[in-house]
């Protein structure tokens, strides 16, 4: 198994450009998410998935988009990148029960964005 | 709204010798489940272990254990017998057992000195 996956290793955008940040799991999980992380930061959630075609806000969603067409996939995407999303991002899945997900989150290996 | 809290930005501890990383807590959920991850310099965050907040005993992995206060709302990281390869930021997380979202703490940078 590959495990979670994620392309771009390091991205620079210029402000207003757009682009997708892809994440891949072959587990089979149900749950995915996306978490940026800024020094000082720690991991912050930006959005999840419960499965496919069901999608929901994290505590900082503004600026980025997902969709979840399939159980394995769970792009991300900046619309119109500005220098406040330079970060670090991280997809995550897990394993999720019908009531929350108390499971070990198995990362990607992270995208790291600068956005000029 | 639920908080995790980790008062120690960085902490160094000799080879060989034991630390413990803080980490404290607020949620309104009775029961939930709690999680130290690792994430060394390679940036991949591992899991280094996991508690159950309706059960009283310590969750143990190895030479790492926790000590859970439920009542103080406190969850702290004992790493035993320290390695160079725990050099690493360690992150606390909180999620309430009927949610979907992960809380995370900003970490505490651990340095093992040789």
């Known amino acids: 198994n590959a495990g979670v996956t994620q392309t771009p290793k390091f991205q620079v955008l210029k402000t207003g450009q757009s682009m997708t940040l892809q994440c891949a799991q072959d587990m089979n999980h149900e749950y995915m998410s996306w978490y940026r992380q800024d020094p000082g930061m720690g991991l912050r959630l930006i959005h999840y998935?419960?499965?496919?075609?069901?999608?929901d806000q994290g505590e900082v969603p503004n600026g980025y988009n997902v969709s979840r067409s399939t159980t394995e996939d769970f792009p991300l995407r900046l619309l119109s990148a500005a220098p406040s999303q330079t970060s670090v991002y991280f997809c995550?899945?897990?394993?999720?029960?019908?009531?929350?997900?108390?499971?070990?989150?198995?990362f990607g290996p992270g995208t790291r964005l600068t956005v000029l | 709204a639920q908080t995790v809290t980790q008062s120690q930005p960085e902490m160094s501890v000799q080879e060989a010798e034991t630390v413990t990383l803080s980490c404290t807590y607020d949620t309104s959920e009775n029961n939930y489940y709690l999680f130290w991850y690792k994430q060394p310099p390679s940036r991949q965050m591992i899991l280094v272990i996991r508690?159950?907040?309706?059960?009283?005993q310590n969750a143990t992995e190895n030479r790492f254990s926790v000590n859970f206060q439920k009542a103080a709302k406190s969850f702290s990281l004992k790493i035993s017998d320290s390695q160079l390869g725990d050099t690493a930021m360690y992150f606390c997380a909180l999620v309430g057992a009927g949610s979907y979202q992960l809380t995370f703490g900003k970490g505490t940078k651990l340095s093992v000195i040789p």
């Open positions: 998935s419960v499965g496919a075609g069901i999608t």
């Open positions: 508690q159950e907040a309706y059960k009283q």
């Open positions: 995550a899945s897990s394993f999720s029960g019908t009531s929350g997900v108390h499971n070990e989150q198995f």
